[in-house]
């Protein structure tokens, strides 16, 4: 009999478990709370094991040919001038800049159109409730309608809503940074470098390119005040406007198209918890494991969904499987959420004088690094701590992930 997995999340980790799951027999429904799928959202790398994963996927050279073509790092100070300059890696591990940058909503988009023919979509619903019987889990949409499953998945983001259906006592762990991811207009001064400029009072602005013919832009600041992630637009507008009024180079720019422009919010939280699955109901990518802003989130989530159904294919215990899903997952999450909060004091600088040893290390470390790959260590994130065991793709299916 055909199992059925029911996941929530058209982001990224849900359409690659829907993929990974399709090759292997199942079938899926993906339920997104949203419209349409998004088109929204930052530059987005791949690296270590994620590479890995969409290489046994079939997707990495269309993943490559839609990279964003950003060519490297470039710290800035408030005038534009460089402070230090890091280029792009020429692999997928080291760098701020990896060889594989995308946006991620093309990301979702790829693995959108390599699912949409096995997966049934359903866009603007959600899960209300979950039932467990002994051989399946009955969910209720909150359209009313209820659909019965092997498995739940819930593959959404950091502030996920469905969470609490699998793990009801999860708590958030707050970082105090605050991020504005806005599309702006491109212009001819627009270069193909990731333009970073920090300056007091821990704000940051900084411009990256994208393929799609406009600038991404951002505009970064901790605070200690909560829920400005939840506010309208018009008030988070508002606050950037009065938070980075004074701060110089492109910030003026970026604030003048913020009425207009599209624009998303996100207070940056992590997500610790000691389990990630109830029965048949199991969490995926920052549902479970939020690092905060580290850059491993999409390598986490396909890599998540590559094990969970391997492991899946290899056990028809869904209880065996998910235990080991966890057993290989959990050292690789657990490296990327390794992060001392001092350190996101010190790349968010609040004083002149932490502004200026912080440009002065920066300076120091772009010399160095042509000779020593100081950088490589210190900007890369570890995207290769885990045993990606490997899961052979079904022979029948072979053909279809080419």
């Known amino acids: 009999m055909t199992r059925h997995a029911l996941i929530s999340g058209a982001s990224v980790g849900g359409p690659a478990l829907a993929h990974e799951l399709n090759t292997r027999g199942w079938r899926t429904t993906i339920v997104e709370r949203?419209?349409?799928?998004?088109?929204?959202?930052?530059?987005?790398?791949?690296?270590?094991?994620?590479?890995?994963?969409?290489?046994?996927m079939g997707l990495e050279a269309e993943a490559l040919a839609t990279s964003t073509t950003e060519v490297g790092t470039r710290f800035v100070d408030d005038r534009g001038g460089t402070v230090g300059e890091f280029p792009a890696g020429e692999d997928d591990l080291h760098g701020p800049t990896a060889e594989l940058e995308i946006l991620r909503g093309e990301m979702a988009r790829i693995l959108y159109e390599h699912t949409a023919d096995d997966t049934d979509y359903r866009f603007g619903e959600q899960i209300a409730d979950l039932t467990d019987a002994d051989d399946h889990v009955t969910a209720t949409l909150a359209s009313g309608e209820r659909i019965d499953a092997d498995l739940v998945v819930v593959a959404e983001g950091t502030r996920s809503r469905t969470r609490t259906l699998v793990v009801p006592d999860a708590q958030?762990?707050?970082?105090?940074?605050?991020?504005?991811?806005?599309?702006?207009?491109?212009?001819?001064?627009?270069?193909?470098?990731?333009?970073?400029?920090?300056?007091?009072?821990?704000?940051?602005?900084?411009?990256?390119?994208?393929?799609?013919?406009?600038?991404?832009?951002?505009?970064?600041?901790?605070?200690?005040?909560?829920?400005?992630?939840?506010?309208?637009?018009?008030?988070q507008v508002m606050i950037l406007r009065k938070t980075f009024a004074d701060v110089g180079w492109e910030a003026p720019r970026v604030l003048a198209a913020l009425d207009d422009a599209p624009m998303y919010v996100d207070a940056v939280a992590q997500?610790?918890?000691?389990?990630?699955?109830?029965?048949?109901?199991?969490?995926?990518?920052?549902a479970a494991w939020a690092t905060g802003p580290f850059g491993t989130g999409?390598?986490?989530?396909?890599?998540?969904?590559?094990?969970?159904?391997?492991?899946?294919?290899?056990?028809?215990?869904?209880?065996?499987?998910?235990?080991?899903?966890?057993?290989?997952?959990?050292?690789?999450?657990?490296?990327?959420?390794?992060?001392?909060?001092?350190?996101?004091?010190?790349?968010?600088?609040?004083?002149?004088a932490?502004?200026?040893?912080?440009?002065?290390?920066?300076?120091?470390?772009?010399?160095?690094?042509?000779?020593?790959?100081?950088?490589?260590?210190?900007?890369?994130?570890?995207?290769?701590?885990?045993?990606?065991?490997?899961?052979?793709?079904?022979?029948?299916?072979?053909?279809?992930v080419g």
């Open 34 to 56: 949203y419209p349409r799928l998004r088109d929204e959202g930052q530059n987005i790398d791949v690296r270590g094991a994620g590479r890995i994963v969409l290489r046994r």
């Open 172 to 235: 958030l762990s707050e970082l105090g940074l605050v991020i504005a991811n806005i599309t702006i207009p491109r212009t001819a001064d627009d270069d193909r470098w990731w333009r970073w400029m920090h300056t007091t009072r821990t704000r940051g602005v900084s411009l990256r390119p994208d393929n799609v013919g406009t600038t991404r832009a951002m505009l970064s600041f901790l605070t200690d005040v909560r829920g400005l992630e939840q506010l309208d637009h018009d008030d």
């Open 271 to 286: 997500v610790r918890l000691d389990r990630w699955s109830s029965g048949r109901r199991v969490l995926l990518g920052d």
């Open 298 to 352: 999409t390598t986490l989530a396909l890599t998540g969904a590559h094990v969970l159904a391997g492991e899946l294919d290899r056990n028809a215990d869904h209880r065996v499987a998910l235990q080991r899903y966890e057993e290989v997952m959990r050292p690789f999450v657990a490296e990327a959420q390794n992060v001392n909060p001092r350190m996101i004091r010190a790349v968010n600088p609040g004083s002149r």
């Open 354 to 400: 932490a502004l200026v040893a912080q440009q002065s290390v920066l300076r120091t470390v772009a010399t160095l690094q042509r000779w020593t790959g100081l950088a490589d260590r210190l900007f890369s994130p570890p995207a290769d701590q885990v045993e990606l065991p490997d899961y052979p793709v079904p022979a029948a299916s072979r053909a279809s």
